[in-house]
């Protein structure tokens, strides 16, 4: 967090109406916007701003005029939460862009309520983030904790699984964040365990079948992996 009392984002999208329509709606939150339109202004700015009130999240266009955003996000990843914007919808440019240190991605065109509801999401990870110990997580109805390994939906307790209790526990740490297959294996793998694509996606299956009505919250990036989006 920026050491202002305000929250900070920096828009780095060349289409001057673009940019400007999500400056506008992020402001109506409250928060300070800065926007520039090529990538070597936003790593100047970017690097006046690591020390002194630094950015509380970086929105980012792939395609950018010169410097790509794909380029900004390599350089940065790890020094500011990155939220990508692009047109490009296939699973492998997603992927790519996950790995290369984004956060989240909005594919264009977005609606604005969705677009609103990431910057969200990712800012509260920031506000929150994973290293800050909790043990209990909720959203909605659901909630877990990993000192008792219990997971609750509707007041109602659920038994799973211990990969399936791993992989519920990631998606709710990292949520609104994004967890591929690749990520999800980490999480289930142990010493001697080799874990592929399938089986996580079978621990998923089998998790919202326990879940029931609390199901809903697990949303599947096509090709990419899962989600847990709220509070």
């Known amino acids: 967090m920026n050491h202002n009392d305000k929250t900070s984002v920096l828009i780095v999208e060349d289409e001057a109406d673009i940019r400007e329509l999500m400056t506008l709606h992020l402001k109506r939150e409250g928060i300070s916007v800065i926007g520039v339109e090529n990538g070597e202004g936003a790593l100047e700015l970017l690097e006046t ?44 440019d997603i992927v790519l862009g996950l790995e290369m240190g984004a956060d989240d991605y909005v594919t264009k065109p977005f609606e604005i309520p969705v677009f ?55 998606l709710l740490k990292y949520r609104g964040k994004v967890l591929s297959r690749g990520k999800l294996k980490e999480i289930i793998e142990g010493e001697g365990v080799s874990v592929t694509d399938r089986v996580v996606d079978t621990h998923v299956f089998g998790l919202r079948k326990k879940l029931g009505s609390c199901a809903d919250v697990i949303e599947t990036i096509r090709g990419v992996g899962y989600r847990i989006m709220g509070v």
């Open 49 to 92: 701003r690591l020390d002194r009130d630094p950015f509380d999240l970086v929105v980012l266009d792939w395609m950018l005029p010169g410097v790509s955003g794909l380029e900004i996000c390599k350089k940065i990843q790890g020094r500011f939460p990155i939220l990508m914007v692009t047109a490009r919808a296939d699973a492998a």
């Open 116 to 170: 609103v509801a990431r910057v969200r999401a990712l800012l509260r990870r920031v506000r929150n983030p994973a290293e800050s110990g909790e043990t209990v997580f909720r959203v909605g109805s659901l909630s877990l904790n990993t000192d008792s390994h219990d997971v609750f939906c509707q007041n109602v307790r659920i038994d799973l699984t211990a990969s399936e209790f791993k992989v519920l526990a990631g």
